[in-house]
């Protein structure tokens, strides 16, 4: 990651962190009372990141999933770390790749005691070793009140096309790139998807 994305620290937002990227919106008109699977809101917003990640990934590539896991000095955030992926993954064999590096916390400034400690699992697979959908559903439902969900930070690192893919929740997700070109089809392909907020600024990247 460090060749293609120097000096980027893999934290959110990521949209903000970096010179090239789009923000998406997934979750559109967003009501307390939709928050139940079925609902048109719950399913645009699945619809939505599912699409994108499809459009991104294709079946055969090779990707790079990091999901980093917090430690608040309990020493039980971590413990169970093949369950992370196990449910999201067909061949159990798949996850004899996992790797695992303890850091220091990812968000300092809320680390004044320095305690605290982010915990990064990376696992290198094809996209069709993945039960993505699933996966991706469960990081929507962390601020819905439905299960399952996750609620560690999940990042999807695409080889052949050098982007990063971060669904944050329900609200919406952030698309990196090294360069304008690679990510020209989805930026043209799903426009209307894009958060209104930010634009102007993710338009100016793409004239």
């Known amino acids: 990651m460090n060749e293609y994305f120097p000096n980027l620290i893999l934290r959110p937002p990521l949209f903000y962190n970096?010179?090239?990227?789009?923000?998406?919106?997934?979750?559109?008109?967003?009501?307390?009372?939709?928050?139940?699977?079925?609902?048109?809101?719950?399913?645009?917003?699945?619809?939505?990141?599912?699409?994108?990640?499809e459009s991104l990934h294709l079946q055969d590539e090779k990707i790079l999933v990091v999901v980093d896991v917090n430690d608040f000095g309990d020493g039980k955030s971590y413990r169970h770390k093949a369950r992370i992926f196990s449910p999201y993954i067909y061949e159990k064999s798949v996850l004899y790749k996992l790797r695992h590096t303890e850091m220091p916390y990812i968000f300092p400034k809320d680390d004044e005691d320095g305690k605290n400690k982010?915990?990064?699992?990376?696992?290198?697979?094809?996209?069709?070793?993945?039960?993505?959908?699933?996966?991706?559903?469960?990081?929507?439902?962390?601020?819905?009140?439905?299960?399952?969900?996750?609620?560690?930070?999940?990042?999807?690192?695409?080889?052949?096309?050098k982007t990063i893919f971060h669904v944050y929740d329900d609200r919406g997700c952030d698309l990196l790139a090294i360069s304008p070109e690679s990510i020209r089809d989805i930026y043209n392909t799903y426009n209307d998807w894009i958060l209104d907020y930010d634009k102007d600024e993710i338009e100016k990247v793409f004239r």
Request: charged share 25%; aromatic share 18%.
């Open 18 to 53: 970096w010179e090239i990227g789009i923000r998406f919106e997934l979750g559109v008109e967003w009501d307390r009372e939709y928050h139940y699977e079925n609902s048109p809101f719950v399913q645009g917003v699945y619809k939505r990141a599912v699409t994108l990640f």
């Open 118 to 161: 982010t915990h990064r699992f990376t696992l290198e697979c094809k996209v069709s070793d993945m039960k993505y959908i699933p996966l991706l559903k469960a990081v929507c439902n962390q601020d819905l009140g439905i299960q399952p969900s996750i609620f560690h930070r999940i990042y999807f690192l695409n080889f052949k096309r």
